[in-house]
Structures are given as structure tokens and as C-alpha cells.
Nanobody, 127 residues
């Protein structure tokens, strides 16, 4: 499956952005999906995950209550609505697919469990 993330940009503290991830090539609607982010010199970190039918969702504590993950299986897309953005949210954001556990309700929070990755989209939050 090919993934393409978009929607990043520059926003002021307290602002909002909506990231999108478009999938193509294979069966998107049976895969769990996730968003990760990375800043220079640091490991890629978990942000949010959603299972194949949207029935199971989880977030990193740092974004819980501010970010919302969703998916549209009919359109082969996933989104991350980011509100109340903070400077520490500045990073390159990546969408990822877990094709090794199709139709699973169990979510993974580590990069090693995701085998398809899109090119990242830069999010910059100015103070």
C-alpha cells in the first residue's frame, strides 16, 4: 500500500491543522493505521492509532484531548485533526499502516509494528 500524508504547515500556538493520509494500492480497509511524528535527533514517536473499522482508537498522552484521529474506508483516507497546537507539536508527521494484523482490534504504539509508511508532512507551531 502506498501512503501519502498532506496538510502540514505553519500555524501559531493555539491554532489547528488537519492532516490527511491517502492510501492506494492494496486493501486499506482491513489495516490498522497510525500517526507518528519525529523531530531532528529524536526517535519517531507514536501520536495516534485507529483500528481497521474505527472502533478502537488511542492517543499519546501528550496529544490526548487535542488531537482526533479518524478514517474513511470508502475513500481510503485517514485524518488527524490537531487543535490547540503547541510549539512542542512541531515535527514531521508520518502516517503508517499495519498490514501484518488485518482486522485486529489491538493497536500498536511502536514503529516496528507498522510496515508501510508515507512521506512525512512538516508541522511547525510558532510561539
Amino acid at each position: 500500500v502506498q501512503l501519502q500524508a498532506s496538510g502540514g504547515g505553519l500555524v501559531q500556538t493555539g491554532g489547528s491543522l488537519r492532516l490527511s493520509c491517502a492510501a492506494s494500492g492494496r486493501t486499506f480497509n482491513v489495516y490498522n493505521m497510525g500517526w507518528f511524528r519525529q523531530t531532528p535527533g529524536k526517535d519517531r514517536e507514536f501520536v495516534a492509532a485507529i483500528n481497521w473499522n474505527g472502533g478502537s482508537i488511542d492517543y499519546a498522552e501528550s496529544v490526548r484531548g487535542r488531537f482526533t484521529i479518524s478514517r474513511d474506508n470508502a475513500g481510503d483516507t485517514m485524518a488527524l485533526q490537531m487543535n490547540s497546537l503547541k510549539p512542542e507539536d512541531t515535527a514531521v508527521y508520518y502516517c503508517a499502516a499495519d498490514s501484518r494484523h488485518p482486522l485486529s482490534d489491538y493497536l500498536y504504539f511502536v514503529t516496528s509494528e507498522y510496515d508501510y509508511w508515507g512521506r512525512g508532512t512538516q508541522v511547525t507551531v510558532s510561539s
